[in-house]
């Protein structure tokens, strides 16, 4: 009888253990492994801390003037060169941590501990920035915030690329993207009203609840190769756990390489030795395993894609305030209300683009969004100091941009992560079980964010120097020459292109 209540004792043990992923013992599943390791739910857990990233990013950097005044007692001329300051700080160590993430994550067993990690990086800026009286201390938390964002957005992209495949990941990304749109438009205009009404106490409470929630989300996620692992001797008992990287969830050949014309995104035999890799790689190749993928002129342009996407990011943000209140005399609220426009299109047009970019590849996903933005730029010119037409045309305008914007979300991600799996299903003894996924999105972040850094201190001189509507046919150009770059590498060389070689 004790035996028995002892063995009844122990199974519970293992079963909380199991449950709370304290355990390596696969035997004992963890209680609700079905959903806890569901595509639905993995994706809306990486969707979450994104969301929360990009959230209290928007949430604080409203009311940074004042803690630099109010409680830091700097004097009104020094606030504006301390914002910059400390807005640079984040960027600086998202850039730098990017790729540092992406390594540790390749060498864990697992992406939920370094994205676990991510999020106290995060909970720690928060309390030093709810508490902080000093610059340095400030300096300190944003430091924190931009490691948490290296972490977040490195693990969260190849957590995804892992759940979903390749072939899915232009919808995943796209629907992603969308819904955090929501919160980069919407928290800073909830950190204005909150600081208004309520002060300091109503941002910090709202910045921690979601916290929690975005803590309890990433704490029950379960990865799908570790459901595997307590699946293996009942694969039948969780429907969706069998997502492999050419196939999608019905069995059927992903949309790219059913329409696969002019290029074959996923590894076929007739590609096996382009991405085939030679055996005496040096000993750095072997540690950081995704220097040998930066050869291929494919992924060199996905990177630079995504850094032409920041950039364009970064000047919206940069300029749509000073226009709005040079050319309509907008105070912070109403220049405020123009982003609206800007990203109310994101949410319908961001799955679409990315549903376009699984079913007919990353080339016409690319170009099409490159060169509708090309126009759209030059028409930028246009809005001059006015009345309510002038506010309509600029707001018009901005609302087209946005659609732009949505539409070259996912094709730099979906291609990057295309090009490395051809080069994972080629080498797998080379790349071993992990496969170099967060390094390659740690690169990509470390490039995005600096296209977030250069994008407004480009548009800001570019604006200086040779005026608003200049600025906009530099970009313009910038636009067309990309679309150009994405035809000519994105997807593989166009056939016609390679016949003349």
């Known amino acids: ?84 300051g400390l807005l640079a700080a984040y960027a600086g160590a998202s850039v730098l941590f990017s790729p540092i993430a992406g390594y540790l994550a390749d060498k864990t067993s697992t992406r939920q501990a370094p994205f676990l990690l991510g999020l106290t990086a995060l909970l720690l800026a928060t309390i030093l920035l709810m508490v902080g009286d000093n610059v340095a201390t400030l300096a300190i938390a944003r430091i924190l915030q931009g490691i948490s964002a290296a972490f977040v957005w490195t693990i969260g992209l190849a957590l995804a690329l892992e759940t979903v495949g390749p072939e899915n990941l232009g919808k995943t990304i796209g629907s992603i993207f969308s819904f955090i749109s929501v919160g980069n438009l919407l928290a800073p205009m909830l950190g204005g009203i909150l600081y ?86 040096p000993a750095i190749a072997r540690k950081i395993t995704i220097l040998p993928c930066l050869s291929d002129p494919r992924l060199l342009t996905a990177f630079l894609v995504a850094f032409i996407q920041a950039l364009l990011l970064g000047n919206f943000d940069a300029t749509v305030p000073t226009v709005g209140q040079e050319l309509f005399g907008f105070d912070s609220l109403k220049a405020g209300l123009l982003f609206l426009p800007l990203g109310a299109f994101d949410l319908v047009v961001g799955p679409l683009a990315g549903w376009f970019v699984d079913k007919y590849g990353t080339k016409p996903g690319a170009v099409i969004g490159y060169g509708y933005l090309t126009p759209i730029l030059i028409l930028l010119r246009l809005p001059h100091a006015g009345g309510k037409d002038q506010i309509i045309l600029y707001s018009c305008l901005l609302a087209l941009s946005g659609i732009g914007l949505a539409v070259i979300g996912a094709p730099s991600i979906v291609e990057a992560g295309t090009v490395v799996q051809n080069y994972y299903e080629a080498n797998p003894d080379f790349f071993g079980e992990q496969g170099p996924y967060a390094q390659l999105y740690g690169l990509n972040s470390m490039v995005f964010s600096l296209g977030l850094a250069v994008g407004p201190e480009l548009a800001g001189e570019l604006k200086q120097k040779v005026g608003y509507g200049n600025m906009n046919i530099v970009l313009a150009v910038i636009s067309f020459l990309t679309a150009v770059l994405c035809f000519v590498f994105l997807g593989g060389t166009p056939k016609f292109l390679s016949r003349k070689k």
Do not use: C
Request: proline fraction near 4%; charged fraction near 20%; glycine fraction near 8%.
């Open 1 to 84: 009888m004790a035996s028995k209540v002892h063995d009844v004792a122990k199974h519970h043990v293992l079963k909380l253990k199991s449950t709370l992923q304290f355990s390596k013992d696969y035997s004992v599943k963890p209680a609700g492994l079905t959903w806890r390791s569901n595509t639905f739910f993995i994706v809306a857990t990486v969707g979450i801390g994104l969301f929360t990233d990009l959230f209290l990013y928007g949430l604080v950097v409203p009311i940074l003037p004042y803690m630099l005044q109010d409680r830091v007692g700097l004097p009104e001329n020094q606030v504006q060169s301390h914002v910059s």
């Open 196 to 281: 208004s009404k309520t002060g300091f106490a109503g941002v910090f409470g709202l910045a921690f609840g979601i916290l929690m929630i975005d803590f309890i989300m990433r704490a029950l996620v379960i990865e799908k190769k570790v459901a595997k692992r307590y699946e293996s001797g009942d694969p039948q008992s969780v429907n969706d756990l069998n997502t492999t990287p050419s196939h999608n969830q019905d069995g059927g050949e992903s949309g790219q390489q059913q329409n696969g014309d002019e290029e074959e995104p996923l590894l076929g035999k007739r590609e096996e030795q382009r991405f085939k890799l030679s055996e005496d790689q």
